[in-house]
């Protein structure tokens, strides 16, 4: 198993900006699922995808998107930054559903400044 | 909507006690349970889990049982280490939905 890794691991960006954070999902899993943390809170489900498709969103804005593609990588892009934005995003990933539970990488730690 | 709720930290322990964890939940149809730990810096790791009433998830020295009738997941230890001391977080999925719905997350610190 080669694990869920993210890029990067700190991002510094200034509000307003756009941010593309990358995910590499663990080997056969064909489902991704994007998290926001908050400082001193539980992730919250951004969206997930299955197949490279959109399958599943939480409450969270259109300039939150997000792509899969077939070589099981994927990526969180989010538009028009605000200060809120600043979180630990995680990308997890399982085969075929989170029934059995999703491995998720290290996360990648954003700042808007 | 499913829910999780648990017990709020932090919690403060001596190396050899006792641990638990409360979680209760809230679910529309059957869920899985899933207990989470995530070290100081790090992402999460799942820690054990359930996917049907009565089942006993179990690692690391660490037992949660899946009690429907209370809808309880309570997670326990019986003997904590140093190396024990991590954020813990409760969640369930449900098979009709297609996310973890998280707890808030307990802190859990030992001291030596």
């Known amino acids: 198993e080669t694990g869920v890794t993210q890029s990067p691991t700190h991002l510094i960006k200034t509000r307003g900006q756009q941010v593309t954070l990358r995910c590499s999902s663990q080997?056969?899993?064909?489902?991704v699922s994007w998290y926001q943390q908050a400082l001193g809170q539980g992730p919250q489900f951004i969206f997930q995808?299955?197949?490279?498709?959109?399958?599943g969103r939480g409450n969270f804005p259109p300039r939150f998107s997000g792509l899969q593609f077939p070589n099981y990588s994927s990526e969180l892009n989010v538009n028009a930054l605000e200060l809120d934005d600043s979180a630990l995003y995680l990308c997890?990933?399982?085969?075929?559903?989170?029934?059995?539970?999703?491995?998720f990488g290290s996360g990648t730690r954003l700042t808007v400044v | 909507g499913n829910s999780v709720t648990q017990m709020e930290g932090p919690v403060t322990l001596s190396e050899e006690a006792f641990l638990t964890i409360n979680c209760t939940y809230t679910?529309?149809?059957?869920?899985?349970l899933f207990w989470y730990v995530q070290y100081p810096g790090e992402g999460l790791q799942l820690l054990l889990k359930?996917?049907?009433?009565?089942d006993k998830g179990s690692n690391k020295g660490f037992e949660a049982t899946y009690r429907k009738e209370t809808t309880s997941f309570h997670l326990e230890k019986g003997s904590v280490q140093v190396s024990d001391s991590a954020v813990y977080f409760c969640?369930?999925?449900?098979?009709?939905?297609?996310?973890?719905?998280f707890g808030a997350g307990t802190t859990v610190t030992v001291r030596a």
């Open positions: 997890a990933s399982s085969l075929d559903s989170s029934y059995y539970g999703y491995t």
């Open positions: 080997s056969g899993h064909n489902t």
């Open positions: 995808y299955y197949r490279e498709e959109e399958n």
């Open positions: 679910a529309t149809g059957y869920p899985s």
């Open positions: 359930a996917t049907k009433a009565d």
């Open positions: 969640a369930l999925s449900d098979p009709n939905d297609y996310k973890l719905s």
